[in-house]
């Protein structure tokens, strides 16, 4: 049993750290928690065996949430003749339903966890760095399909929980190691998304902040409130003040777009205007279908049209989907598919809201890090489509089982905090 759970905990660390590091990471991780789920299956070694207890009255919803999610989108995908290509989507949700198995026969430590986030941050952060310096690479990227946005916001991604594992380690008895490692790689991690260039992923900051504030700052003495919220300025102020991170520039080219766009001198190669132009498009595809949806090859048929007829700009043509994960679900899926990514979203508030309020530290980091997910991917999706690419869905619903499990089961940690042991005990409920 030691044998697998520290092979569960390595699945774990993979999954959390190869998706912006190996070509098709992200299949690595969830496709070893899943084999090792359909062992503990086979074996009839899962605890939760015919036996809805050890999932817990939530774990169940996470279970049917994701069942009902690819259930809808493949009977949609179905409809419009296109099941074969929703494949890899839909597959990698259920690889993770299966990696569940796994996580609750072989209960991982949470090392596991910050371990895959730090690597994968440092890593992302020192790769994309000799990008720009070494290859002079305008913009850094993972390998295929890690284009810039992905690759960039993954890492935004990663070193956002890698701070949340820092407020983790510092209320372990012994947490100078775990403290440097987790600094390093919520560094390494915004480093990289800074020169990956990805504006979208910016707008996701003051949303993070505002959930750490509610998660670990309301915690804290006013003064110490002040500082923290005092750094965060500063350090927003430096990376737009140095020229170097391609902050500014990027801003600046961002609002020349739109206000050459809202005075009708759009250039058709601008990022933005094509950005508003499609999800124009998408919004006069909604209209036509709004209950069925279009499909994917029924998108890029409608697109062409709307071009044709010289409602929206050729800028759209090379898209195949509407950069809008939102528009693009509701365009292609219609009402069930968009009503499906909504319930994407919504899972993770239900499973881990209550513990914002515990008193020890490291539920609450848990529950700060399984929010900060569709907080992520809700920003995430408003400039691009990340759940058109099996990359989305396997980081997030990967990554959801396991931040879900190791919440669940997490220990209670002796705190450093002293402000936080006098606050009452919130348990979170199964």
Known sequence: M???????GAAVAATLMFPVLVPGGYWWGVGGLALLGGLAALGRLWPGWLNPRPLGRRGWRLVW???????TMAAMAWLHEELLGALPRLGAMLLALLGLVALHTWRPRLSALWAGLAMGGMLAGGWALWQRLQEGAGRASGHDPLHAILFGNVSLLTGGLCLAGVVWALARPRHTGWLLVLAAGAIGGLLASVLSGTRGGWVALPLILLLFHRGFLAWLPGWQQALAWLSVVTLAIGLYAVPQTGVQHRVGLAMDELSHYLEGE????????ARLEMWRGAWQLIQQRPLL??????YRQGMAELVEGAVVA????PHGHAHNDLLDAWAKFGLPGLMALLALYLLPVLLFRSGLRHADTTHRTLAVAGLLLPVAFIDFGLTYSFFAYPVGGAV???WLVVLWTLYRHAPLVPEVDQAAKCQGSVMPSG
């Open 314 to 317: 050729p800028s759209v043509l």
């Open 65 to 71: 949430v994701l069942l009902g999610v690819v259930s």
């Open 2 to 8: 030691s044998v697998m759970k520290a092979a569960t």
């Open 396 to 398: 997030y619903s990967a």
């Open 293 to 298: 949806g279009h499909g994917s090859e029924g």
């Open 266 to 273: 759009s250039a058709p190669t601008a990022s933005v205007t």
